[in-house]
């Protein structure tokens, strides 16, 4: 019985932690969304930043799996983000910078594999 409960916690477990793997398409809506809620964005703005990601997300997934590309991922991102950053007002951008930051903590946190320890000044010398 012990096993079977401690089977039934380890699959449902593996479920909660199982990465949804999603189109670039499902990629730029959800972050289109997720952009136009925090960023208050209008509904021209928001059709604008939409064709912005989509066509990121199609030049990400044609550069995915090649090695070497790094320098060109780097600038369809910055490209895209040059982009946005000209619908914006100067409000949505301080936000919009705001959000690419964390993103950018976050995302540096989780590559590591975990987040570094604090820092630890030595007890004073006596």
């Keep these: ?28 809506a ?3 969304k997720m952009m136009e809620k925090r960023l208050s964005l209008t509904a021209d703005q928001s059709k604008q930043v939409n064709a912005i990601l989509a066509d990121r ?5 044609a550069l995915k799996g090649q090695k070497g590309l790094k320098d060109e991922r ?21 936000l919009y910078a705001a959000l690419k930051e964390s993103a950018k903590e976050k995302g540096m946190g989780s590559k590591r594999g975990a987040t570094p320890p604090p820092a630890t000044t030595p007890p004073p010398a006596q």
């Excluded at 019985?1 to 499902?26: H, N, S, W, Y």
């Excluded at 600038?75 to 951008?93: E, Y």
């Design 74 to 94: 780097m600038k369809v991102m910055a490209d895209a983000d040059a982009k946005i950053d000209a619908i914006l007002t100067p409000d949505q951008r301080k």
């Design 30 to 32: 959800r972050m289109g």
């Design 1 to 28: 019985m012990l096993l079977l409960i401690t089977g039934f916690a380890v699959c449902a477990k593996a479920q909660d932690t199982a990465r949804v793997k999603r189109t670039p398409e499902e990629r730029a």
């Design 57 to 61: 997300a199609t030049k990400e997934e």
